[in-house]
């Protein structure tokens, strides 16, 4: 909370900080008022996730110097001849960036973010940003698009699978690592982009999950959900934040002052460049705020946004409103200084081809160790929700029955926003189950969209029914997932149940490999199929990573960084919810039951569903036991300047070695204003071989114990607290308390 940004100047070793900044200024005396507004704008030259305003043409406007970014270019071929026409055909020579959105990977294609998340491995996050960074710069990229820091806590929507989950503590860990991984140590390395922190602020909350919709939340919610992110990107120096789509208070992100130049630049310092979203800017006429690009331009320049996507507003209205005198020249140079200070930090004044090398780039895309990386962060990301009757793992020897289109297609493990992610590099499950099992015979059964034929129903049911096991793989689509892909119904699409329901009939166990970008309504699933694991979209390594998992090599790790809903009508539903005035929770009622008297109707509560989800947030199953025991604080009174210990025994109390995620929450229990029933302040990987035991400790401070008060500032307020030690936010084996005093 209330963290100073490490901006890309303060990254820059003195020397190389007064080169780049004479040189900023140096061009920015010589640039034309047209020159300047050029840098600021944005064009796109392929791919595309909207309708661009204007019809600028690419070449044409980076040979008049109109265009000082580029995003989606075919290749290292494409951008290199738009770099050749930058700066030795334009009149300026200003080196363009080349922007990709290079979000799970680039070429080797990592598990979507929501799945990496699942890892709670933060480490896990900073690799595969570092070898898609390395990838992606050895292929024209400058700039991507990612990390998305967005808080999610409503799975309709469908850009849940390209953060971090419902947890602004977790998505923080994992954001700050991302960030690291894509920028490295020195931007101008060869092997390091500039990363974006995205999308600044509030998108997460947009209402009924539904796409581009209307955001409406209280400052409160904006700084303890939303910003956490964000502030742990600028802590880890990411060099650009990207405007979300929404509102904030009624005023689009894009031109909103209180988001950019008061709470970005003046409180959090932040210093870089600020990149609106696919033509947010020319969405303000949409948004009823704007009349005409004229307006549109002045109000996102003074607001503190510099670089226009596609929209085209500052490129045909803002040397026009510095003439009329209506917006001042300063801004638009203070946004056009902090573009070229990335071109200087990325060392494109010194080589601004450096970024296009063919030899490298066959050198450095989809080596063996770049598998080998998207294998293990696959590997960490599954999450085994259920395992009745120890179904998983897989018995040596035994005949397998493998199930479901999703098993075979190679294009649906890539997820949404593949980047250059090429299906002919996936190895699917069937391929690497045919691989390593003696018996293993496929059948179909259900198509990938989920369509059930009759007779794949009786060809499946016949092959489960002979198997020892069956592997059945069901889940969603890749692109119905991502951006511009919000479902109202969560439940498995087409006749998948169908499918399910069949083959539970037959005497054979079945374990269900799921694969989605978000959290599903698997409420029948989960009651039915007695072993489920969650792989999400696993990437190019699918096959061998769940293989691996499936067949006992690796104990699964992975813990949910999301509520599974038991159904749509609970969202949004999270775990660090706010106390309500009447808690059904700790009232002695089944909520599982309607209520039987006034008593038990008259709380916070639904007649029909529980308030608990089907999966909890941290949820996740090993193939060992885990037990806890001495949990103790050092002390039970701590100033604010102090430091509280707090530390438990974990011991593999099962028959194989793995992974324990050690859980730490806090309860406030009285505040100025409400605070949630528990708050996850830190977590551990704990790696234990069967028998073994371990002693972990956490320090915490009264920074972890500050909230955005009622006074409208970061503090922590004397009183008590509890601390819950758990395996999963709905299972904590422990609660302490202590105080905090003035
Ligand atoms: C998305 C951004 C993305 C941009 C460029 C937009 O539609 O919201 O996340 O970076 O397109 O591809």
């Known amino acids: 909370m209330a963290t100073q940004a490490q901006t890309l100047l303060d990254q820059l070793p003195p020397e190389r900080r007064a080169e780049v900044e004479e040189r900023v200024e140096s061009l920015l005396a010589e640039l034309s008022l047209e020159q300047k507004v050029g840098q600021l704008n944005q064009l796109n030259a392929d791919f595309a996730t909207g309708t661009a305003v204007g019809d600028m043409d690419v070449e044409q406007g980076i040979l008049d110097g109109d265009i000082g970014s580029v995003l989606n270019f075919a290749d290292v071929e494409e951008a290199r001849h738009f770099q050749e026409l930058a700066v030795e055909e334009s009149d300026h020579g200003v080196p363009l960036v080349l922007a990709l959105d290079v979000i799970h990977g680039h070429r080797t294609i990592f598990p979507i973010p929501l799945g990496e998340a699942a890892s709670w491995n933060p480490e896990m996050a900073a690799l595969s940003a570092r070898v898609a960074a390395t990838e992606a710069a050895a292929d024209g990229v400058h700039w991507t698009f990612a990390p998305s ?25 994992i954001s700050n690592a991302r960030v690291r991984g894509f920028q490295g140590e020195d931007l101008a390395a060869d092997d390091t982009v500039l990363a974006c922190a995205k999308h600044y602020v509030g998108y997460g909350a947009s209402e009924a999950g539904r796409e581009y919709n209307t955001v409406d939340i209280s400052e409160t919610n904006l700084r303890e959900v939303h910003l956490p992110p964000f502030e742990a990107c600028l802590d880890a120096g990411v060099g650009s934040v990207m405007n979300a789509f929404n509102l904030y208070e009624r005023i689009p992100a894009s031109s909103n002052e209180t988001l950019v130049n008061d709470l970005l630049r003046s409180e959090l310092g932040f210093e870089d460049v600020v990149v609106s979203d696919w033509n947010s800017f020319g969405e303000l006429v949409e948004h009823g ?13 003074e607001a503190g946004s510099d670089v226009d996507m596609v929209s085209g507003a500052y490129a045909t209205e803002l040397v026009e409103l510095v003439e009329d005198g209506v917006v001042d020249e300063s801004l638009v140079d ?17 080589d601004p081809y450096r970024y296009f090398d063919e030899e490298r780039q066959s050198r450095r895309i989809l080596t063996e160790d770049h598998r080998e990386a998207a294998r293990e962060v696959a590997r960490e990301s599954q999450v085994l929700l259920k395992n009745e009757s120890d179904v998983l793992p897989v018995d040596d020897g035994a005949s397998v029955a493998l199930v479901g289109g999703l098993a075979d297609s190679a294009t649906d493990m890539l997820g949404a926003w593949r980047a250059e992610g090429d299906p002919d590099d996936v190895t699917t499950l069937r391929t690497t189950l045919a691989d390593r099992l003696d018996d293993l015979t496929y059948v179909e059964g259900c198509s990938r969209d989920g369509a059930v034929d009759d007779a794949q129903l009786a060809a499946a049911v016949e092959a489960v029914t ?3 096991l069956a592997v059945v793989a069901v889940g969603e689509r890749y692109s119905q997932t991502g951006e511009a892909a919000s479902r109202a119904h969560l439940d498995l699409p087409g006749d998948q149940r169908r499918l399910l329901e069949a083959l539970v009939e037959t005497d054979t166990p079945v374990a269900a490999v799921l694969f989605n970008g978000r959290p599903l309504a698997i409420d029948w699933t989960a009651e039915h199929v007695p072993a489920i694991l969650e792989a999400w979209f696993p990437g ?4 061998p990573a769940i293989a691996d998992v499936l067949l006992g090599e690796y104990n699964p790790s992975g813990r949910l960084p999301m509520c599974f809903p038991v159904t749509e009508g609970q969202i949004p539903i999270y775990y660090n ?5 009447r808690p059904a929770e700790n009232a002695d009622v089944d909520l599982t039951e309607p ?15 529980p308030n608990e989800p089907l999966y909890a947030f941290g949820h996740g199953e090993t193939y060992t036991e885990f037990t806890y025991t001495d949990v103790s604080l050092d002390t039970a009174t701590i100033t604010s300047a102090d430091t509280l210990s707090v530390t438990v025994t974990v011991e593999n109390t099962g028959e194989r070695s793995g992974t324990e995620v050690v859980q730490v929450y806090l ?48 503090a922590a307020e004397p009183g008590e607290f509890e601390v819950q030690v758990g395996r999963a936010a709905d299972d904590i084996v422990a609660v302490e308390t202590f105080e905090l005093v003035e």
């Open 334 to 350: 203070a946004a056009v200084r902090r573009l070229l200070t990335v071109k200087g930090a990325l060392g494109l004044f010194e």
């Open 667 to 714: 309860n406030d229990l009285v505040a100025s204003r409400a605070r949630p029933v528990r708050e996850l302040v830190r977590f551990e990987n704990v790696d234990l071989d069967a028998g073994e035991a371990a002693t972990v400790s956490f320090e915490l401070t009264a920074a972890d114990l500050e909230f955005w008060t009622a006074d409208d500032e970061y």
């Open 149 to 173: 820091v967005d808080v999610g806590r409503d799975p309709r929507w469908g850009r849940v699978m390209e953060a971090a989950g419902e947890d602004p503590y977790l998505a923080s860990e």
């Open 289 to 301: 705020v704007a009349g005409d690009l004229r307006e549109v331009a002045r109000a996102c320049i």
């Open 577 to 581: 919810r706010l106390r309500t005035g």
């Open 540 to 543: 190019v390594e699918a096959g």
């Open 466 to 468: 002979a198997a020892d």
């Open 595 to 609: 209520p039987a008297d006034p008593a038990e109707k008259y709380m916070s509560r639904y007649l029909d569903v």
